[in-house]
Structure formats: structure tokens, C-alpha cells
């Protein structure tokens, strides 16, 4: 080729093509070139905070109560003292309980009886749809599990990750997950 000639097109010394569509939301060029497409467009605006806070609250209760049953059941509560064996024996129930319940409501309909009472829902953060199995179990072992040893404190990290989380409102265990919570429709 002279220098008198224009290159072909595609030129493989030129600028790299854009990123096919699709791909990892987490990624600067989500959904094509130019700074990418927004993965909420199109799906229900993110979730109020005052609203999450309570369907978690809801949740809570509605862990802790069968938990706490069940840790007197089994005797982890003498009278009035809460010993350390209360604290193993309860630790195990809420845990369990709490894994058991996210997941399952979370992968069944995106709801837990907390969301759905607040008209909020989990979704996939590529698509919005509602999480499958294996990101709806990610997102409860990461919300529930620590709760074995350190459960006000790791609630606590849970909300301020989400209060101060840009753009998505996400919490450590919708990162992992790649979820959302948005308003139900």
C-alpha cells in the first residue's frame, strides 16, 4: 500500500471495535460502546430506602422468632442465662433458618414476605428477572451466614453498604449475587 492510499476498513492498527452488546453490568462498557447502556433501563426504579430497612426488619422477625423458639427448645436458654452455648445453639438456628428462608422466597418469586409486604423485589441486575438458585443462594449465605457469629454488627455493614453504594443501592450481598432490589410492579 502507498502512502497516497486510505487504509481498508477495520483496519486492525486503528482503534479497537466497541464491546458487543451484553456482558457484565460491572463492567465501564455494559451493553456497547460509549459508556454503555444503563442495566435498570426498562425495569421498576430502585427500591426506597425506608422501605428496604423495614422489609429487612420484617424478615428479622420472621427469623428470629421461629430461631429463637427453637435455641429454648433446645435448651441453649438456662433461666436467664444467655451463655455462650446460647449464643453457638442460636447462632446455628438463625443462620440455618435465615439462608433457608432468603433462598427459598428469594428464588421462587424475588420476595420475601418482608418485600412483598413493601412492594419491593429482588432482580437480576443484567435483565431483572428474578434471581435463579444460584444467585439467590450467593446472595442469602452472604446476608445470613455471618449472622452465625456477628449478626447486629454484619447487619450493620450490610446497610451501610447500601446506603452508600453508587449507582445500584447494593448491598455486599447483591454484589455477589448481581442483584437489585426494585419497586414490584
Not at 451484553?22 to 455494559?30: L, R, T
Not at 441453649?76 to 443462620?95: C, K, L, P
Amino acid at each position: 500500500m502507498t502512502s497516497d492510499q486510505t487504509p481498508p476498513p477495520g483496519n486492525p492498527y486503528g482503534s479497537p471495535p466497541p464491546p458487543p452488546a451484553g456482558g457484565n453490568p460491572y463492567d465501564p462498557g455494559f451493553g456497547g460502546g460509549g459508556g454503555g447502556q444503563d442495566p435498570l433501563a426498562g425495569m421498576p426504579p430502585l427500591a426506597a430506602p425506608g422501605k428496604r430497612v423495614l422489609a429487612r426488619i420484617i424478615d428479622l422477625v420472621i427469623v428470629l422468632v421461629p430461631a429463637g423458639l427453637l435455641d429454648w427448645a433446645a435448651g441453649g436458654v438456662n433461666g436467664n442465662d444467655f451463655s455462650y452455648g446460647r449464643s453457638a445453639i442460636g447462632g446455628v438456628f438463625t443462620a440455618a433458618l435465615g439462608f433457608l428462608y432468603e433462598w427459598w422466597m428469594t428464588q421462587s418469586t424475588g420476595q420475601t414476605v418482608g418485600k412483598k409486604l413493601m412492594g419491593l423485589r429482588a432482580a437480576m441486575l443484567s435483565d431483572g428477572s428474578v434471581p435463579p438458585q444460584n444467585a439467590a443462594a450467593a446472595r442469602a449465605a452472604i446476608l445470613w451466614v455471618p449472622a452465625f457469629c456477628c449478626s447486629c454488627f454484619w447487619f450493620l455493614i450490610i446497610g451501610i453498604t447500601v446506603a452508600f453504594d453508587k449507582p445500584y443501592k447494593q448491598g455486599l450481598h447483591e454484589k455477589a449475587a448481581r442483584t437489585v432490589v426494585v419497586t414490584a410492579v
